[in-house]
């Protein structure tokens, strides 16, 4: 019996908002990534997402540690993104006072 060996594609894709997601699943690089930092083992993180295949989680990981440095850029740019996209929400749409002002609403509802 002859054992062909083959090379597989990274189980990763960019969706049309430039994030990547494990292929055929909504769970981005950036959750896989940050379990395993965390400890979380492959078998791990496949119990907390369903839709992950254990297979997949190894090659991402696999990805990760060979390209490291790469990975780490993407991450923080999604970081840096993410502080952005907060800042522009709580200026558009400030909490302060927010409790009072559904309260008010609250109390006129029930009038």
Do not use: C
């Not at 696999?62 to 993407?74: F, P, T």
């Amino acid at each position: 019996m002859n054992l062909t060996i083959t090379t597989e594609p990274t189980p990763l894709i960019v969706n049309p908002d430039n994030v990547i997601l494990v292929r055929g699943t909504r769970v981005p690089l950036d959750t896989i990534v940050f379990e395993f930092k965390q400890g979380a083992t492959a078998e791990g993180i496949v119990e907390q997402y369903s839709s992950l295949d254990l297979a997949d989680v190894y090659a991402v990981i696999s990805y990760y540690l060979r390209h490291q440095s790469d990975v780490e850029v993407y991450l923080q740019q999604r970081q840096e993104l993410a502080q952005e996209v907060r800042a522009e929400n709580e200026r558009r749409f400030p909490s302060k006072g927010l409790r009072d002002r559904l309260l008010a609403q609250r109390q006129l509802r029930n009038k």
